[in-house]
């Protein structure tokens, strides 16, 4: 079965650190960006950062540079997010997505959100004392 699993949400406490993860399954992420999003209730959902696998190229958006990381694993054909110094203002569900880009990288930005095809069903991250 083609799909993307998130794994790795739950509750943490103010400027603590979570990490999670996106598992493709039944296609290989060599030739694909993979871009986290998230929603919070009531608010549209923001493209947070996104990697190119065929050339490992990132990037960020301004609310989280410096904060998150994002990593690939092509062994494990996984995507990571790591997220650290998390803000009260964060909690949301986080999605990750698959964008067909051959050998191409990112440029300047992640590709825009209509051209992801492939979501996973998200994962859940609380961030309350």
């Known amino acids: 079965q083609v799909q993307l699993v998130e794994s790795g949400g739950g509750l943490v406490q103010p400027g603590e650190s979570l990490t999670i993860s996106c598992a493709a399954s039944?296609?290989?992420?060599?030739?694909?960006?993979i871009g986290w999003f998230r929603q919070a209730p009531g608010k549209e959902r923001e493209g947070i950062s996104c990697i190119a696998n065929s050339d490992g190229s990132t990037y960020y958006a301004d609310s989280v540079k410096g904060r998150f990381t994002i990593s690939r694993d092509i062994a494990k054909n996984t995507v990571s997010l790591q997220m650290n110094s998390l803000k009260p203002e964060e909690p949301a569900v986080y999605y990750c997505?698959?964008?067909?880009?051959?050998?191409?990288?990112?440029?300047?930005?992640?590709?825009?959100?209509?051209?992801?095809?492939?979501w996973g069903q998200g994962t859940q991250v609380t961030v309350s004392s």
């Open positions: 997505a698959s964008d067909y880009l051959g050998d191409y990288g990112l440029g300047q930005t992640c590709p825009p959100q209509y051209e992801f095809d492939r």
């Open positions: 039944g296609f290989v992420l060599d030739d694909y960006a």
